[in-house]
C-alpha cells in the first residue's frame, strides 16, 4: 500500500482524549509491554504517546512512527518528556523509515487493529527488528467465544472501522505475528476494560516474540 495517508481528524481527537481516561487500567499494561526493554526500539503507530513514560532505563533510543497528524503533534510534546531520547517520525507500518536489522526491538500496542495491510506491517516489522531481537505487542484480538466473533466480524464488515480510525475488532494478529516469521515467547490474555460485560474489543494480548 505504500504510503497512503492515514488521516481521522475526529477519531484522532477523541482518542487523544479517551485514552488519557483509559490511562489508570491501560498504564499497567503497557508497563509490562515494555518491560526489561533495552537498546534501539522502534514503536510503530505510536499516538499521542502513551508509551513514552513507560520505557525503561535501558533503553537507548526510540524511533516512534506516527502517521496521523494531529496525534504525530502529540507524540512530539509527550517525547520531549520522555525518560529517554525519542524521535518521532512520519510514516506508516507498512513502510518502516529504517533499516533492515537496525532496532533490537519493535513495539506495537493497540496499532495492528488498524493498519490497512497487516500482512505488509508485520514483514516490516520483521525486517527491521535484528536476528535475536524481539516484538513486543499488545493488542486486541479475535475473540475466542464464537458468539463475540460473530459480533466482531459483523462489525468489522459494517460500520467499525469508519467510526474508529480504521480498527477492526476480528482481526487474527498472532497469527500474524507468526506468519512474519517470529516466534511468540509470551503471550498473555487480559480484558480490557476488564467489565463482566465483553466490549467488541474486549480480548487483548499482551506478549513478546522473537526474530529467530
Ligand atoms: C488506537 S491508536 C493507538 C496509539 C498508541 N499505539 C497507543 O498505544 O496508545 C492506533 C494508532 O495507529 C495509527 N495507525 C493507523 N494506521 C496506521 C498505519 N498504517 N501505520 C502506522 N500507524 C497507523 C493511528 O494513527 C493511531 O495512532
Redesign the pocket.
Known sequence: ?GS?A?R?PVF?RL?ARA?HAMEAE?GPH?DRLLAGLSGAVL??????G??FAHYPTGVTRVLA????PY?RNLAREAAARAPCPVDVAD????RLPADDGTFDAAV????L?????PEA?MSELYRVVRPGGELRF?EHVRAESPRLRRVQRTLDATVWPRFT???HAHRDTVTAITRAGFSIDRLDGVRVPDTRISVPTSPHVIGSATHP
Open positions: 500500500m497512503r492515514v481521522h484522532a482518542y485514552s491501560v503497557r514503536e510503530v503507530g505510536a499516538g499521542n502513551l508509551n512512527v506516527e502517521p496521523e496525534l510514516g506508516v507500518a507498512e506495537a500496542s493497540l496499532v487493529c488498524s493498519v490497512h495491510d506491517a499488545y480510525g480504521g480498527c
